[in-house]
T-cell receptor
């Protein structure tokens, strides 16, 4: 078990370009979460999956954002027509079960810089 | 709606001194509470969690936190700071039937002086 892995670790893109991030959760974990963290702030919830089903999306997830978990394993987060305000660390987390007291394991994040 | 407030965005202590990081929550129902630590360019690592079994919770690396319902607080303490404790600390709340998502405070950066 290598933990939650995210790829790439860093991404620099020009405004208006599309970007896609990948998250590989811990293998037996059925819950997968995406968070966004801006400088000096705590992570903010974006969306989560139970297996392949996307169960909740935050209002932070505008129409330019889309997330998938096609086979209930890895997940992708795509941002279309990036804006400078999208610059942030994107964190993925996974857990076994979705109870409120369940520990979520976080990846190291993908740092996006939009220039 | 639930929220988390961490008092003090930066805390500085001397090596060997007591660490106290403050966290207050707002919730209309009994919450589950967590403390996570984040080292530079790393993901978040769970330090400890409160799940109603005991109000004093012990975590890794000698950290502990006490849930005080009357004060709606969950402050994090460590008796003796070590240089390796320098990091960002986040308090978070999760509620029953909310899918396990976490609501985080804004974080407290801990510096440890030699």
């Amino acid at each position: 078990d290598t933990g939650v892995s995210q790829d790439p670790r860093h991404k620099i893109t020009k405004r208006g370009q599309n970007v896609t991030f990948r998250c590989d959760p811990i293998s037996e974990h059925n819950r997968l979460y995406w968070y966004r963290q801006t400088l000096g702030q705590g992570p903010e919830f974006l969306t989560y999956f139970q297996n392949e089903a996307q169960l909740e999306k935050s209002r932070l997830l505008s129409d330019r954002f889309s997330a998938e978990r096609p086979k209930g394993s890895f997940s992708t987060l795509e941002i279309q027509r990036t804006e400078q305000g999208d610059s942030a660390m994107y964190l993925c987390a996974s857990s076994l079960g979705g109870g409120a007291n369940t520990e979520a394991f976080f990846g190291q994040g993908t740092r996006l810089t939009v220039v | 709606a639930q929220s988390v407030t961490q008092l003090g965005s930066h805390v500085s202590v001397s090596e060997g001194a007591l660490v106290l990081l403050r966290c207050n929550y707002s919730s209309s129902v009994p919450p589950y509470l967590f403390w996570y630590v984040q080292y530079p360019n790393q993901g978040l690592q769970l330090l400890l969690k409160y799940t109603s079994a005991a109000t004093l919770v012990k975590g890794i690396n000698d950290f502990e936190a006490e849930f005080k319902k009357s004060e709606t607080s969950f402050h994090l303490t460590k008796p003796s700071a070590h240089m390796s404790d320098a990091a960002e600390y986040f308090c978070a709340v999760s509620l029953y039937n909310q899918g396990g998502k976490l609501i985080f405070g804004q974080g407290t950066e801990l510096s440890v002086k030699p």
